[in-house]
C-alpha cells in the first residue's frame, strides 16, 4: 500500500442549495477521515449557503456556457446534461493538474446521471464513489458505468439527515479517503494483456495462457464476461489500456442482442477495434444467453437447453438461425478495427458445456455456426480453424503460435521481464 504524504484532496460534488446539509456532514467526515474536501456545487437554480470551492458559475464555464444559459436550456434534463458536461470537464482538469485524489457525488437520479460522467472522466485508478438513491438499479447503463466506480445506496436519505443516512455517508466518505490514501494505482511497468472468459468451469483457456503470456514479459488481465466485467474490458480499452487483447468470450455480443441484463452495452467487441488495438478473437460461449436465473426464461427462448449456473446465473442456448444471427453480428464488429485482428474458429465446441453428454450440447446447431461464421469474418481479419474444442490445450497453442508471430513482426512490443 503506498500511503500518501500529504492529506488526499477529495472533490465532493452535489447540489448545495438543495443538500447543503449533506454535503456539508461528509465534508466534516472527510476531514476526520484525513482527507481534504473540495466542494464542488452543481446546483442550477440556486446558491448554496456555504462557499464552494468550485461554484455553478465555474461549472457552466467548464462547459462553455453560462448558468444563465443554462437554466433557460428548456428543461431539467437538458439543464442537468450541461451542468454534467461542466462538472466532468472541472473534475479532469483538477485531476490533470494533480489537485484531485478521488471523488464523491452525491444524488437522486438527476444526481446519478451526472456523476457517472464525472467517474467516467477520471481514469483508472483515481478512487471515484457515488452515492445514489438508484445504485446497482437497472436504470444505470453498463456502457455509462466507470470501471472502477464504487457505490453505496443511499438509503434514507432522499430530503435531511437521519441517522440511517449519517451511516450511509459516513462509510462512502471513509471509504473515499481511505482508498486515495492507501489504493495501490495500476501497475503499468509491463504491457497489459487484456482477457476475457468465464468462470473456469465454462472456459478454461486463461489457466494455460495467462502464467505463457507472464511469461513472456506481460501483464495479464482477465476481465469476468458477465455484463460488468465486459464492460470494465471495453471501457479500458477505449482509453487504449491494452497493448493486446485476447478476447475469446464475447458471449456479452449474444446478451445484448437477444435483450437480457447481462449486457455489456451496444459497443462490445469494438472498443479495442477503434483503438487501434491488436486483437485475437474467439467465440467463446456465444452460442449462449445468460439470463437473471431468478426469472422466468423469455417466451422467445422457451423450451431450449438450459443450464443454471447458480442462484443468480443460468444459460440457455440458441437456435441454429439465432446463431447464425450472432455470427453475422460478430463479422460486422470484427470490422470496426484499424490494427491486425485473428480469428480463432474451434471446430469442436465453444464451452465447455456442449460437449458430448453434456446438457447443451447442439452439434447441428454448432455446425450452423461454425458455417455462417466462416463466410462472416472480413477479408481484413485472419481465420483460423482449430480441429478441436476451446477448452483443448490445442486452442491455447494456436493462440499463443499467433500472438509469438506478432511479436516476431513486431505488431505489438515485446514484453518486459
Not at 508471430?405 to 518486459?416: L, S
Request: hydrophobic share 45%; net charge negative; charged share 20%.
Amino acid at each position: 500500500m503506498n500511503a500518501m504524504n500529504r492529506l488526499p484532496n477529495i472533490l465532493v460534488v452535489g447540489t448545495g442549495d438543495t443538500k447543503c446539509e449533506e454535503l456539508q456532514f461528509m465534508a466534516s467526515v472527510i476531514r476526520e477521515a484525513g482527507g481534504l474536501p473540495v466542494m464542488i456545487d452543481v446546483s442550477v437554480l440556486g446558491d448554496p449557503p456555504y462557499a464552494p470551492e468550485y461554484s455553478r458559475h465555474d461549472i457552466a464555464k467548464a462547459a462553455g456556457t453560462s448558468i444563465v444559459a443554462i437554466a433557460a436550456s428548456g428543461d431539467e434534463n437538458s439543464a442537468m446534461e450541461l451542468m454534467a458536461k461542466g462538472a466532468a470537464a472541472l473534475t479532469r482538469s483538477l485531476y490533470d493538474a494533480g489537485q484531485a485524489d478521488g471523488v464523491i457525488i452525491l444524488g437522486g437520479s438527476m444526481g446519478t446521471d451526472l456523476a457517472l460522467d464525472v467517474a467516467a472522466a477520471l481514469p483508472l485508478g483515481v478512487p471515484k464513489f457515488v452515492v445514489s438513491t438508484i445504485a446497482y438499479s437497472h436504470l444505470l447503463p453498463p456502457e455509462r458505468i466507470a470501471p472502477d466506480l464504487m457505490m453505496i445506496l443511499w438509503a434514507g436519505g432522499l430530503y435531511g439527515l437521519n441517522g440511517i443516512c449519517r451511516s450511509v455517508l459516513s462509510q462512502a466518505c471513509g471509504a473515499v479517503v481511505g482508498a486515495a490514501r492507501f489504493g495501490t494505482k495500476p501497475d503499468k511497468e509491463r504491457p497489459l494483456i487484456g482477457m476475457t472468459s468465464l468462470g473456469s468451469s465454462c472456459l478454461k483457456y486463461m489457466k494455460y495462457l495467462k502464467p505463457e503470456l507472464e511469461r513472456r514479459g506481460y501483464d495479464v488481465a482477465v476481465f469476468h464476461a458477465t455484463g460488468m466485467g465486459g464492460r470494465a474490458f471495453e471501457a479500458i480499452a477505449a482509453q487504449n489500456g491494452f497493448t493486446a487483447v485476447f478476447d475469446f468470450c464475447i458471449q456479452e455480443v449474444s446478451n445484448h442482442h437477444h435483450g437480457t441484463v447481462v449486457t455489456s452495452g451496444p459497443d462490445r467487441l469494438e472498443n479495442a477495434g477503434r483503438a487501434g488495438i491488436p486483437q485475437l478473437v474467439a467465440p467463446g460461449a456465444v452460442d449462449m444467453v445468460d439470463l437473471p436465473a431468478w426469472q422466468a426464461l423469455p417466451a422467445a427462448l422457451a423450451g431450449r437447453p438450459y443450464h443454471a449456473h447458480n442462484r443468480l446465473l443460468g444459460s440457455v442456448t440458441t437456435s441454429p438461425e439465432g446463431r447464425r444471427e450472432i455470427a453475422r453480428i460478430i463479422g460486422g464488429k470484427l470490422a470496426v478495427t484499424s490494427a491486425e485482428v485473428a480469428f480463432i474458429l474451434p471446430l469442436k465446441g465453444i464451452q465447455e458445456w456442449d460437449k458430448p453428454e453434456e446438457p447443451l450440447h447442439e452439434p447441428e446447431a454448432l455446425d450452423a455456426f461454425i458455417d455462417e461464421m466462416r463466410r462472416a469474418v472480413p477479408s481484413s481479419v485472419s481465420l483460423h480453424e482449430i480441429d478441436s474444442h476451446i477448452n483443448a490445450p490445442e486452442f491455447s497453442a494456436k493462440a499463443l503460435a499467433i500472438f509469438d508471430d506478432w511479436i516476431a513482426r513486431g505488431v505489438i512490443p515485446g514484453g518486459r521481464p
